[in-house]
């Protein structure tokens, strides 16, 4: 089967296409013809749609099944780079919430935009769990101190060992060392035999907590929480992965207590130019 569709009145033969096709399957003209994918060449396509959005004629169409981002206008907008990195330096990692639920509509216009992110080979492995329930996150915060505490009795050397004494009896105080009493989780997940499942969605939970911003939703990375569920089968057994699917990373969000009032400081960029 062909990968895409080359209207010929429409085609200039710039061949921007064949330059851009990070595949290499789009083939120069032949004879005054347009370019062209041979049929064999469909299974390397990567489905970027890199020749389509390139084309400066509108002139190539896709033929495989995609779902496209809703754009408000036919207009792209234009960022000052002051704008765009003071909105990007302004994130902060929430740990205060608002008692109140993001609504999935809501969570469901990040999720649109965050499945945009950049994937090795664009074969966007990461699959999303949305924890949605408040009381669910309470149940996974306790389930990973449980964890904690089976460390603690053991004789395992784990590097967070030494911290977990203290996360255990702040837990049982009533503090949320685990989700920081956020009452919702976004998690992460590929098959786990992707090989680059764990960077791919690092980058994609990356977008999630940019674009979530916008929509005033505040998140944290729960980085106690994604290594208890890289091990620990009861925290695993009641995420209820699809079968074959192995936890990446997972992040915590909601409405923010409180507002960002400016920008810190952080160390200069440390480079090396060669």
């Not at 907008?77 to 765009?84: F, R, V």
């Not at 664009?122 to 460390?151: C, Y």
């Not at 920081?180 to 499942?197: C, D």
Request: charged letters at 25%; hydrophobic letters at 35%; proline letters at 9%.
């Amino acid at each position: 089967m062909t990968v895409i569709s080359i209207e010929p009145e429409l085609c200039t033969n710039c061949e921007i296409c064949v330059e851009i096709c990070p595949m290499s399957i789009i083939l120069p003209s032949k004879e005054g013809e347009t370019p062209y994918s041979p049929e064999d060449a469909a299974e390397y396509c990567a489905k970027c749609g890199h020749c389509e959005v390139f084309c400066p004629e509108g002139a190539i169409s896709t033929l495989f099944d995609s779902t496209y981002y809703q754009l408000q206008d036919d207009e792209f907008p234009t960022i000052p780079p002051s704008e765009l990195g003071k909105y990007m330096v302004m994130r902060r990692s929430i740990r205060s919430y608002k008692d109140e639920s993001v609504d999935k509509d809501t969570i469901e216009k990040i999720l649109d935009i965050s499945r945009y992110a950049p994937s090795g080979m664009n074969k966007q492995p990461v699959h999303w769990t949305i924890v949605h329930d408040p009381e669910d996150v309470k149940k996974i915060a306790g389930l990973s101190i449980d964890w904690m505490r089976e460390v603690v009795a053991s004789e395992e050397d784990h590097p967070l060992k030494p911290l977990m004494p203290g996360l255990i009896s702040a837990y049982e105080m009533g503090v949320d060392p685990i989700c920081r009493g956020a009452p919702h989780l976004v998690i992460a997940h590929t098959p786990a035999e992707s090989p680059t499942g764990y960077t791919d969605s690092i980058i994609a939970l990356s977008w999630f907590e940019l674009a979530a911003q916008v929509f005033e939703v505040g998140t944290c990375w729960a980085g106690f929480l994604a290594i208890a569920a890289a091990s620990y089968k009861p925290l695993i057994d009641e995420l209820e992965l699809p079968q074959g699917n192995a936890i990446q990373y997972c992040m915590m969000f909601g409405h923010p207590e409180h507002k960002v009032k400016g920008i810190p400081g952080r160390e200069p960029p440390r480079v090396t130019w060669k």
